[in-house]
T-cell receptor, first 116, second 113 residues
Framework: AQKVTQAQTEISVVEKEDVTLDCVYE???????LFWYKQPPSGELVFLIR??????QNEISGRYSWNFQKSTSSFNFTITASQVVDSAVYFC?????????????FGQGTELSVKP | EPEVTQTPSHQVTQMGQEVILRCVPI?????FYWYRQILGQKVEFLVS????????KSEIFDDQFSVERPDGSNFTLKIRSTKLEDSAMYFC???????????FGSGTRLTVV
């Protein structure tokens, strides 16, 4: 069965600190997709990244970077030089078959608080 | 950029009343979804819809819930007799069914009093 675990419920950092949000997943499929979404206080889900199971290259987008390791079934998200605007709940999610309309399974979310 | 539109953004209803949450998915998308997020909790899958029928549903999606695509553009979620525990944010999403993933609407916050 599919499962996504985000063990960190809440993280609090001071602005400019680096912070890593952990995500561990379980799936029996060899083909799957992993996602990160940001949910600011306004409530919408903001797409951050999608990664398929065949692409283990790390990705960097500005202050954001993602580390995908199949060996440990992890897809961790790092924010470098955090800012107050990064304060939000971050969700990791898994889909086993998005090209066949498969559902997203979300983790419990990590609430990040960045203090000035 | 194409969007998924949800209306209303906030709805308050009395316990026992029927509610219909509305969504307009992206026009060329093939798969449609409803998700629920109880306040402070994770986003949970309710149902997926393809080719005018339900393709998958979760345990949460019991007989009180139904979905419909009445006119080729709207995608609705009906809750027949709302309970207090139905209070949540409901997200609609759509997908082309390819590598591009999912597009979520901004959500409808349902409050049952």
């Amino acid at each position: 069965a599919q499962k996504v675990t985000q063990a960190q419920t809440e993280i609090s950092v001071v602005e400019k600190e680096d912070v890593t949000l952990d995500c561990v997943y379980e799936t029996r499929d060899t083909t799957y997709y992993l996602f990160w979404y940001k949910q600011p206080p306004s409530g919408e889900l903001v797409f951050l990244i999608r990664r398929n199971s065949f692409d283990e290259q790390n990705e960097i987008s500005g202050r954001y970077s993602w580390n995908f390791q199949k060996s440990t079934s992890s897809f961790n998200f790092t924010i470098t030089a955090s800012q107050v605007v990064d304060s939000a709940v971050y969700f990791c999610a898994l889909s086993e078959s998005p090209n066949q309309g498969g559902k997203l399974i979300f983790g419990q979310g990590t609430e990040l608080s960045v203090k000035p | 950029e194409p969007e998924v539109t949800q209306t209303p953004s906030h709805q308050v209803t009395q316990m026992g009343q029927e509610v219909i949450l509305r969504c307009v998915p992206i026009s060329n998308h093939l798969y449609f979804y409803w998700y629920r997020q109880i306040l402070g909790q994770k986003v949970e899958f309710l149902v997926s819809f393809y080719n005018n029928e339900i393709s998958e549903k979760s345990e949460i999606f019991d007989d009180q819930f139904s979905v419909e695509r009445p006119d080729g553009s709207n995608f609705t979620l009906k809750i027949r007799s709302t309970k207090l525990e139905d209070s949540a944010m409901y997200f609609c999403a759509s997908s082309e069914g390819n590598d591009y993933g999912y597009t979520f609407g901004s959500g409808t916050r349902l409050t049952v009093v």
